[in-house]
């Protein structure tokens, strides 16, 4: 299996060159040079797998064993997955009206994030202690990315881990995850801005290719490809558990099974539409909160930016720019990567494009959206409580409010992603005028210590923190080099 970028610059990268990046040299991302089709009776003989299982038999589709050999994949999925709250790692809640939701938060952090940063850490870990190597993670986060990376991370020897997160915009909960870690290898930095602001000066410390081959930096973010390819695991067993597979007779035609996501980046629901390619017969909806990008792009080509970031109760997934739609542009294009070169480019100054007709044509097919405004976030958790006793976080109430308002094609069953604990929600329970017992880790937070630096919004803010931020990762990269442990977070609360 080898890897090209979405821009046409690049091919034939391994498993793991593509790990330790972050954006391909040519500004695009990282994908398969090619998918594996599943055949039916693949799916059915995977069907009793456990999750971890499950992980490891897709992992094993796209990472060669002369990089990890299976008995080693095995083990790192197996170890990455052990401290989960419940014993399957994932869950499904089966509820009235047929309502189904795939709890996918039950790791440390309490969001899906922790199933794909888990292991992608596991991963990277294996690849710089066989080569006696170290890395400097660069996350920017809106929300839970950054705590799910500074919690698999922390601690090792081999990575220094910054993480930028938007002050003032992500929960308390989202906020002390992060700043409360107090190892040497983790640098966190609050900045005044919003998410995507924080995705520009990112990006172009990624496109600085000295800085990049200096000091080993990759990203975490969904922008990597392993976390997309752990990810691919939630539809296969959303699929194999809730399409109606094990009842359809064989030698008959796949069951269709609907999938409902939450979307703001799009890391998700691009992994979804790599599922579909792979033969499985998904019918994708990507519902949004008031940023409603995604819901745009595919209802009428209008792949553009709002003025603003807008602060809703869904905060993870208050995103303008979905920048994992570059790998769906890519895939229902026909893989040009000349034609996504283009466009990206274009969005990237402008902040705005208009489809292609004929992509634009392909994505409505592929791809139904939907976008919710907090008032339906509230009626929504309302509902579900009443009904069923269930308390969603505002981000699963964005996918539960499309089961409610359109009902499912008869003959096709339908599941809702849960991506995250509404335990990090509680201004959005209080709003909803519900409550919640805390799990005993989110009580505890608000006892613990924490260290961070501020990023001030300044007049040129993104060029001022560009400049800052390369000047701790090199001051990291040579402290490390030295041996010496290097804290770029200076406040102590």
């Not at 069907?47 to 499950?54: A, C, E, G, I, N």
């Not at 064993?65 to 790692?89: K, Y």
């Not at 600085?208 to 691919?232: A, C």
């Not at 010496?484 to 102590?492: G, H, I, K, L």
Request: glycine share 8%.
């Amino acid at each position: 299996m080898q890897y090209c970028s979405t821009r046409g610059g690049v091919q034939g990268w391994d498993f793991q060159d593509v790990l330790l990046s972050g954006y391909a040299p040519d500004g695009g991302m990282f994908m398969p040079e090619t998918l594996p089709t599943l055949t039916p009776d693949t799916l059915r003989s995977w069907s009793s797998l456990s999750y971890p299982q499950l992980v490891t038999e897709v992992c094993s589709l796209f990472i060669s064993t002369e990089l990890i050999p299976r008995a080693d994949l095995e083990g790192l999925v197996s170890a990455a997955l052990s401290g989960f709250a419940v014993p399957g790692v994932v869950s499904l809640a089966r509820l009235k009206g047929g309502l189904c939701v795939l709890e996918l938060f039950h790791g440390e952090t309490l969001a899906f994030k922790d199933l794909a940063m888990t292991c992608t850490v596991r991963f990277l870990d294996y690849f710089l202690r066989k080569e006696s190597r170290r890395a400097i993670v660069l996350v920017g986060t809106s929300g839970d990315t950054g705590g799910s990376a500074i919690q698999s991370a922390r601690g090792l020897g081999g990575v220094d881990v910054v993480v930028v997160y938007p002050r003032g915009r992500i929960t308390l909960v989202q906020e002390k995850q992060m700043i409360t870690c107090l190892e040497d290898n983790i640098h966190v930095f609050a900045a005044d801005g919003s998410s995507d602001d924080i995705d520009v000066p990112i990006r172009r410390l990624f496109s600085d290719q000295e800085l990049v081959k200096q000091h080993s930096l990759m990203s975490l973010n969904s922008v990597n490809w392993s976390r997309v390819m752990v990810q691919l695991a939630h539809f296969l067993y959303a699929y194999l558990h809730v399409s109606g597979l094990e009842q359809a007779e064989t030698g008959a035609p796949l069951p269709a099974l609907e999938m409902v996501v939450p979307t703001g980046g799009a890391g998700n629901i691009a992994a979804g539409c790599i599922v579909k390619q792979m033969g499985i017969p998904l019918c994708l909806v990507a519902m949004t909160n008031a940023n409603d990008i995604v819901h745009r792009t595919v209802q009428s080509g209008d792949f553009s930016m709002a003025t603003n970031v807008t602060q809703t109760m869904a905060p993870a997934i208050d995103i303008q720019d979905p920048y994992n739609m570059e790998r769906v542009f890519w895939l229902l294009s026909g893989r040009d990567g000349a034609l996504v070169k283009g466009m990206m480019e274009e969005f990237q100054h402008s902040h705005r494009h208009t489809l292609p007709e004929a992509l634009h044509k392909q994505l409505s097919q592929v791809l139904t959206a939907g976008t919710v405004r907090d008032e339906g976030i509230v009626e929504t958790m309302q509902r579900c409580w009443k009904e069923n006793q269930y308390l969603l976080c505002p981000h699963t109430a964005v996918a539960v409010w499309h089961h409610y308002h359109c009902p499912p094609t008869a003959g096709v069953n339908r599941c809702c992603i849960a991506t995250a604990s509404p335990a990090k929600f509680q201004v959005a329970v209080q709003k909803a005028g519900l409550t919640l017992d805390l799990p005993e880790a989110v009580r505890a937070l608000d006892k613990m210590s924490t260290r961070y630096l501020a990023l001030e919004r300044g007049q040129d803010w993104g060029k001022d923190w560009e400049g800052r931020l390369k000047q701790h990762i090199q001051a990291i990269g040579s402290a490390r080099q030295r041996g010496v442990a290097y804290y770029s977070t200076v406040e102590r609360n």
